[in-house]
């Protein structure tokens, strides 16, 4: 899929509250470093991809603009991947800096198991099998609706 | 009328003229969405679809076991383009690094391409699968014509002896036509020596068979001269190339490129497309995000004027920037024997000692006259669509009118401008629908996208129902089973 501004924005709003979901229900019972009540962690793994969400509408602008150095205004599988690393460090530091109120203090280990792997599974499910319910979503640049 | 003339009348409501890819997948669509093959017909002059496709690919260099340039999820005979190719031959080659590849591309690798030899068996699966050869009908499609009651005559030749009348007519409410290329198109100059020397042998076309060109560089060491800056150029230099390593031959090489493109080039920094050696680089035929992203969402708010100007900016001869290529023109350009020059070229004559001399004008004034054995067209395989007798009926008597870029003008979701009938409708795909809404019309991906809409239409029309999710994912498990639609 090659993206627009719209369908990426759509797209990781869809894969957060549909892959991301799951994922964070089916890790948080295991992240290594994560104290207190089953509850709890899920609320906060929740709140992450929220925040994941909304941080990351201002990312999918930067990326736009970035794409518009490319010729074929496309982006590659693996930038896809690698953004990761920004996306996880900011809000790590904003995490852990207090500045999102509303998320519970988070033990690093626990933050990036749980993020790490709701990423990858939704770069995983966006490089194919995405495809497979949804047969206009690639050449509708990502959007969803 | 038609009856009276004691010609056999078939009824089909959707019939598609052609039976290439573009047909091919067409019928994939629909045969996914619901729709009987008793329902649908197939004419062509071809026995299975990748037939011309494959002759093709195979005269300009690119036989089974060699890779084709479309990426890995253009899977014509997969709709949904999961699994693409590479996860499947990855997994029977049980080669991770395709995967690799396909992680890195285009970063730190080239595009990873399947063979064309895995295209086709693919095909063939599909084809079986979707019962392709149930609607098949061979002949040969003269005309389309609109009926008065609504629909249209599709009137075709069957093969000699296969049907007792010389011609037969299908009357359906839905045609579609994907016919392919009108025709090869000669460089002016290379016409002429042709039919003043007849000589078919020595200024070949690349998409038509040439192996003497290299059984006879084979013989003895010898000058070919290659014109055009595309992937087939590339291609038959890779040949060339590959040859000269693998026999040790001594074949010199000049590439005249009209245009010679030097480096990266653009208007402006948010349009600059790499570049050098004469070649300008890009993966596919048009920039990716015409199939899907951005580019394709732009083109399709675009009309007329705009629109030619679009095409312009991001056409043009390409060829991808492929590592094996680099080093291999690297090799020649030092050891002497690839010689890439900028020209345009005035004529072609035949030499006393019977070899060819082009007379290359450059723009910096110089003029070359390089002699050669033989003479390499790898310019366009596009001539005009009017070549084409079902076009022209079309143009002349359908309704049908030309795009921006002098095509046939086709809607958003590729029915063709002009020629609706009663409740019927007519669609066009392929590379004479180029100059659309959507300019990809001419790969793989671009038939199916074409196809999706066509299909979606066709459900507007109440011909078939819409394919939702659901339905989508259980299809998919069959295609995985190889189990009938
Ligand atoms: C050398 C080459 C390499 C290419 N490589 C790629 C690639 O890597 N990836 C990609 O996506 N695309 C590629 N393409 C482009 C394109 O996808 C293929 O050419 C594809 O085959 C086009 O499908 P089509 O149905 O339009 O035409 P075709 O597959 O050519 O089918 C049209 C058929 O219609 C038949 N026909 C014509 N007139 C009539 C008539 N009056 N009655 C009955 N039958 C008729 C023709 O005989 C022909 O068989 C390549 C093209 C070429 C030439």
Redesign the interface.
């Known amino acids: 899929m090659v993206p627009t501004l719209i369908g990426r924005i759509q797209t990781r709003l869809f894969l957060l509250a549909t892959v991301g979901v799951v994922i964070t229900l089916l890790v948080m019972p295991v992240v290594p470093g994560a104290a207190g009540p089953l509850g709890d962690l899920y609320v906060t793994g929740l709140l992450v991809l929220v925040a994941v969400g909304v941080l990351g509408v201002g990312w999918e602008l930067l990326y736009h603009f970035l794409m518009q150095f490319r010729w074929e205004k496309d982006w590659p599988t693996l930038f896809g991947l690698l953004t990761l690393v920004p996306e996880g460090l900011l809000l790590y530091f904003l995490l852990r800096s207090g500045a999102v109120g509303f998320i519970d203090p988070i033990p690093p280990a626990a933050f990036w198991t749980h993020f790490t792997v709701v990423w990858v599974s939704m770069w995983l499910v966006a490089n194919g099998p995405m495809r497979v319910p949804f047969i206009r979503w690639r050449f509708r640049g990502g959007r969803v609706l | 009328m038609v009856a009276s003339a004691g010609i056999p009348m078939y009824d089909i409501p959707f019939l598609t003229a052609g039976g290439g890819i573009g047909s091919f997948v067409t019928l994939d669509y629909l045969r996914i969405y619901g729709v009987p093959t008793s329902q649908m017909r197939v004419v062509s002059n071809i026995d299975h679809p990748w037939q011309t496709y494959e002759f093709l690919t195979r005269c300009s260099q690119i036989p089974r076991s060699e890779r084709i340039r479309s990426d890995s ?1 253009s899977r014509p005979d997969n ?6 190719y590479a ?1 499947e031959e990855a997994w029977k080659d049980k080669n991770p690094a395709y995967l690799w590849q ?6 730190l690798n080239d595009y990873w391409t399947p063979r064309a030899g895995t295209v086709f068996e693919n095909l063939e699966r599909e084809a079986k699968r979707i019962g392709y050869w149930d609607m098949l009908v061979k002949g040969q499609v003269r005309m389309v014509r609109r009926r008065s009651g609504g629909g249209y005559f599709t009137v075709v030749t069957p093969p000699e002896g296969a049907a007792p009348t010389k011609r037969i007519v299908f009357r359906s409410r839905f045609v579609h036509i994907a016919v392919g290329y009108p025709g090869l198109k000669f460089l002016p100059d290379l016409q002429e020596f042709r039919t003043k020397y007849s000589d078919y042998q020595h200024v070949v076309n690349a998409y038509e068979p040439h192996e003497q060109v290299y059984e006879f560089l084979k013989t003895r060491p010898g000058t070919v001269v290659i014109r055009g800056g595309g992937i087939v150029a590339s291609r038959v230099l890779q040949r060339l190339f590959d040859d000269r390593e693998r026999l040790g031959l001594k074949t010199q090489i000049i590439h005249i490129f009209r245009t010679f493109v030097t480096g990266s080039h ?1 208007p402006h ?6 570049g050098g050696d004469g070649w300008a680089y ?2 596919f035929n048009y ?3 015409v ?7 732009e083109m399709r708010k675009l009309e007329g004027a705009d629109r030619a100007k679009k095409y312009k900016e991001m056409g043009g001869t390409n060829t991808p920037y492929r590592r094996r290529w680099q080093e291999q023109m690297r090799a020649g350009r030092s050891g002497g024997y690839y010689h890439a020059v900028q020209g345009t070229v005035d004529r072609v004559e035949r030499a006393p000692d019977g070899r060819l001399v082009s007379y290359v004008r450059s723009s910096d004034g110089i003029v070359r006259e390089p002699v050669a054995d033989y003479i390499i067209d790898c310019t366009g395989l596009e001539a005009d669509i009017a070549e084409h007798r079902v076009f022209a009926d079309l143009l002349t008597y359908g309704g049908a009118g030309r795009n921006p870029v002098g095509r046939l003008d086709v809607e958003r979701h590729f029915e063709v401008k002009g020629t609706a009938s009663g409740d019927g409708a007519l669609y066009a795909s392929g590379s004479a629908t180029l100059g659309g809404y959507f300019p990809g019309v001419d790969t793989f991906l671009g038939l199916q ?1 074409a196809a ?1 809409e066509i299909a979606d239409d066709l459900a507007r029309r109440g011909f078939v129902r819409k ?1 939702g ?2 339905r ?2 259980s299809q ?1 498990f069959k295609w995985v089973f190889n189990s009938p639609v």
Do not use: C
């Open positions: 999820s709709l949904w383009g999961f699994p693409s996860l396909l992680l890195t591309e285009p970063l653009g920094i948010w349009a600059r497309r790499k890009q993966g920039p990716k995000s199939w899907g992203g951005q580019l394709k969402a996208i999706q394919m999710p659901l989508s994912t998919w």
